[in-house]
């Protein structure tokens, strides 16, 4: 891979997981799939992945067991954690060119922790420059409603006009609860495929534990 891959899990409504899901792909490529990977935490003032990560070295400074843990597990890896940076949607990109000059190693990835809301300062203008756009839904009206929206309005206002340089714009199922009606998914995906919008096969299971630890 030539060349730094910038991606981002965005939607215009908060409580969809967008931070946990950035932060479960962001370690499944670092540390399962092997490739270099770095987190631009843009959802000020928040900032729940660089907190999360701020308390990890804590711990681990904090506790020889939790050290010798670290100092294992990274040594299997044969490199180090991925970076998460603090910044803002304003001043994602700069922060991002200076975390590639920076980083000792070519990155393969760097994902982008957006706003949870698209009226933020800087936030499509950062958008428009993703190479890919993952945006999570779940089947509730309110939460494909606007995340349509947002789909539309990106699409007619940058991918159309030439004004991105998005390869992918596509949604994906998240918080799937097996009790729910499957005939409910497929409207659903008909209504998508209508459209003309794309969406992944992947269906993320509803899980507590992961935002949970988020949240704490």
């Known amino acids: 891979m030539s060349k730094t891959r910038f991606v981002a899990f965005a939607t215009q409504k908060g409580g969809i997981g967008k931070s946990t899901i950035t932060a479960l792909v962001a370690n499944y ?3 399962v799939k092997g490739y270099n990977v770095a987190v631009i935490d843009c959802d000020e003032p928040q900032y729940n992945l660089a907190d999360l ?6 711990l681990i400074k904090s506790s020889d067991y939790f050290k010798a843990q670290a100092c294992e597990h990274f040594k299997k890896l044969g490199k180090k954690s991925f970076s998460v940076t603090r910044s803002n949607a304003v001043n ?4 991002a060119e200076t975390v590639l000059n920076e ?5 393969d990835f760097i994902f982008f922790d957006m706003p949870g809301t698209i009226k933020s300062e800087g936030v499509m203008k950062t958008l428009s420059q993703m190479d890919y756009i993952f945006v999570p839904v779940s089947a509730d009206r309110f939460v ?3 995340a349509m929206s947002f789909m539309q309005l990106f699409h ?4 159309v006009q030439g004004w991105s340089v998005t390869k992918e714009l596509a949604f994906f199922w998240t918080m799937v ?3 729910e009606r ?11 495929a209508s459209l003309g919008y794309s969406l992944l096969n992947t269906r993320l299971p509803d899980s507590k534990r992961f935002r949970r630890e988020l949240s704490e």
């Not at 994602?92 to 922060?95: E, G, I, S």
């Not at 007619?156 to 991918?159: A, C, E, G, M, S």
């Open 103 to 107: 980083t000792e190693v070519k990155l």
């Open 29 to 31: 490529f670092h540390n």
């Open 92 to 95: 994602a990109l700069d922060d």
């Open 144 to 146: 494909v409603e606007s």
């Open 177 to 179: 609860d097996k009790r």
């Open 156 to 159: 007619d206002n940058f991918l």
């Open 182 to 192: 499957t005939n409910l998914y497929e409207v659903y995906e008909g209504m998508f």
């Open 53 to 58: 990560r701020d308390e990890e070295l804590e």
